[in-house]
């Protein structure tokens, strides 16, 4: 059984920085994306960052210029690095992996990690 599990959230100040990270444990042949997506208070869930296989980055115009995706193949972890945070980045961030077992390729998604900025 696939498992993702964040960890790096937090509660910053305006103007701070805060890297999450994502591990992906279990049987898994190959991870074709990884990214976050976020869900603020009250709204739906959007998308922030994603890193292919091929390292294709792909952001949100949200967080442009603030925030790095980057992986670790061998420790199969992805990583959001955020910096600049603003109140508005204030969510709990999801971690998604399309990404292939023994059985199947599928969408899997971690509990989250909440991220909290203000003063």
């Known amino acids: 059984q696939v498992q993702l599990v964040e960890s790096g959230g937090g509660l910053v100040q305006p103007g701070g920085s805060l890297r999450l990270s994502c591990e992906a444990s279990g049987i898994i042949f190959s991870i074709y994306r990884m990214g976050w997506y976020r869900q603020a208070p009250g709204k739906q869930r959007e998308f922030v960052a994603s890193i292919t296989d091929t390292e294709t980055t792909t952001y949100a115009d949200s967080v442009k210029g603030r925030v790095t995706i980057s992986k670790d193949n061998a420790k199969k972890t992805v990583y959001l690095q955020m910096n600049s945070l603003k109140a508005d980045d204030t969510a709990v961030y999801y971690c998604?992996?399309?990404?292939?077992?023994?059985?199947?390729?599928?969408?899997?998604w971690g509990q989250g990690t909440q991220v909290g900025v203000s003063s």
């Open positions: 998604n992996a399309f990404l292939q077992t023994d059985i199947r390729i599928y969408d899997y």
